[in-house]
Structures are given as structure tokens and as C-alpha cells.
């Protein structure tokens, strides 16, 4: 396994639960992994745990292995050669990642790539006449172009993950399609891994292998892209798809999911999206359970859609 995120919690000083509650979360070689959920539900914390990366003052538990080492207790050099090796992050604003004074092309030879190879890079992700945006400034070039620039650079220190957070957000959506169906040949060509950040559910099930579901620092649903989108078994992953609109689906109304998402000031007893759900048992209130094992190999951490309420509920 490429990425093994095992059972992992992370505690700040101040917060009143957990920003990650017992996360697990694999990503294989050659394998597209969506991570979904919310504002503030965790996805980018469980992300940057691939690189060791905690915030100031956090707590740990758990196990986060890359190739089968344990990352959470790297230090110095090898987790230095970690982050700048195995493991690249996209972010969403490809605008902060280039220097703007500097051409396009330093920016791949600033990581180990020499001119010819930087030239090779950016033909590799699609940019037309890569030479010669390679001696262009960022500003000469559109948002769609610079995030495959950022891309290519990701590309030269031959990572064997990549991490995009909400790498497409800022981008229209045609072109968002585009970098998407990129990062897709990317992994194919390169063998990589790819864990994609998404608020957009729609997005995730479309161009992901496989799809995790995040709700208050814990992961809800796992299921396969297409098994998520056909049959969605957590009534929040219900809720995600039936407020973003498609275009086969014009005639449905869009129903908004009641209410916010939780705070870092909010706890639970039981299950965090108790408030919101039109579906919850009583024992919601008192008992979340991990994510269950649902019939299809996914996983669904709601008692009503697992079926277990009779037989597993603790008094
Ligand atoms: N360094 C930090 N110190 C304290 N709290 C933090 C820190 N980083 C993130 N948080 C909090 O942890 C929670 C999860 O944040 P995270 O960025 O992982 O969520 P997210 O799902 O990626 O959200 P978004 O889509 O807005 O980026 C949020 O409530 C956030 O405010």
C-alpha cells in the first residue's frame, strides 16, 4: 500500500474535540482517491498527515505509513527527503506557488530539472508550446495553464503521491475538467497515487477511483466511485449530492442540507451529524460507530444504513 492511514486522531490545545477522530484512509499505486466533505471537516489535516505535516502544538495517535514506513516518526533528514521526495501537494492558487518575477521554466529547474527535461515536463502536462512558455512569466499565462505549470513541477522530483487540495476549485469549469482527466493520465503514466481534495461530491465520484467522505474530523463513507454515486449508504453523502446540481438531474430540486457543519467548539456523544439528519435512530445520539462493513467492501459509519442497530447497538 502506497498511503496507510491508520486509525489516526490529531488533538490541538484549545479545540473541544478532535480536527481528526480515528481517520483511516489507503491509497494504492496508480489509484485516485477523492477525499470529500464540508469546510472544516478535515480533509487537507488528513492529507498533510502523508507528509508528517501536524499543526503547531497538535497531538497524535495513530499510524500514517508511505511504502510501509511509519512517517509519523520521521525526523531530520529522511523526513526531509519524505516530503521533498515521495510525496508532492497542489494547491489550489497556483498563482502562490510561482514565483511571479521568475520565468515558468526556473521554476521546474529550481527542482532538479535541467532545461531540457523542464521543456519535456510541460509538453507532459499539456501545455501547448512549452518552450516558449517555459520563458514566460507567470502573469503571461492563464490560471488553467499556470496549475499545469505547478503540476510539472510537482512531477520533477518524481513524487509517488500526489496530493491536490482543491487543486481545480479556482478554476472555470471546463478547465477544471481538463486538469482532472490530466491528474488521471498522470497516474497511469507515472505510476503515481493520487489523493484529491474535493467540496464537490459530483466531482469526486466522476473522476476518482475510489471516494472517502469526511464529516467533523471523521470519515462517514468509503465506497468506490461508482457505488457512492448509485447507492450513497450515509445520509450526509445523501445530503452532499442532493444540493449540488448536474446537468441530468435539472428537474430535481436542489435540497440544501439543514443547518451548519460543527465547530471545533461542538462535541458529540454519538454521532456528530445527529442535528442534521432527517434519519437518526435514537441511539444516534449516544453511539457513532466506526465506518461499518457494508455488503458491496465499502464502509458506512451510520447505524441505520449499515443495518446493524438491532444486533451491534450497546445499551
Ligand atoms: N493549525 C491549526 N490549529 C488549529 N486548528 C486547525 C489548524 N488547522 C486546521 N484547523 C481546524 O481543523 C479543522 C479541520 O480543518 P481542515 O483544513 O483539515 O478542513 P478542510 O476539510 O480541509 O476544510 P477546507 O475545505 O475549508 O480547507 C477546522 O476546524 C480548522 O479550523
Known sequence: MLLDIDDVSVTVPGAARPLLDSVSLR?????????????????????????????????????????????????GERLRAHRAGSVALVHQDPRAALN?????GDFLTERGASRAEAVELLASVGLPDPAR?????????????LQRV?????????????????????????????????LRTLRAEHGLGLLFITHDLHLAAAYSDRVYVMYAGRVVEERTAKA???????????????????????????????????????????????????????????????PLPLPDGGASACL????????????
Not at 241 to 265: F, K, V
Not at 304 to 310: C, D, H, L, Q, R
Request: hydrophobic content about 40%.
Open 27 to 75: 491509497v494504492a499505486e496508480g489509484e485516485v482517491v477523492a477525499l470529500v466533505g464540508e469546510s472544516g471537516s478535515g480533509k487537507s489535516t488528513t492529507a498533510r498527515t502523508a507528509l508528517g505535516l501536524l499543526p503547531d502544538g497538535a497531538a497524535v495517535s495513530g499510524s500514517v505509513r508511505f511504502d510501509g514506513t511509519e512517517v509519523l516518526t520521521l525526523t
Open 100 to 104: 511571479p518575477v521568475r520565468r515558468v
Open 133 to 145: 512558455r517555459a520563458r514566460q512569466r507567470p502573469h503571461e499565462l492563464s490560471g488553467g495553464m
Open 150 to 182: 505547478v503540476i510539472a513541477g510537482a512531477l520533477a522530483a518524481r513524487p509517488r503521491l500526489l496530493l491536490a487540495d482543491e487543486a481545480t476549485s479556482a478554476l472555470d469549469v471546463t478547465t477544471q475538467a481538463d486538469i482532472l482527466a490530466l
Open 228 to 290: 457512492l454515486f448509485t447507492t450513497p449508504a450515509h445520509p450526509y453523502t445523501r445530503g452532499l449530492l442532493s444540493c449540488s446540481p448536474t446537468l441530468d438531474a435539472l428537474e430535481a430540486p436542489l435540497r440544501p442540507i439543514p443547518g451548519r457543519p460543527p465547530s471545533l467548539a461542538d462535541v458529540f456523544e454519538g454521532c456528530a451529524f445527529v442535528e442534521r439528519c432527517g434519519e437518526a435512530l435514537p441511539e444516534c445520539g449516544t453511539w457513532a460507530p466506526a
Open 304 to 315: 441505520a444504513a449499515s443495518g446493524t442497530v438491532e444486533t451491534e447497538v450497546k445499551p
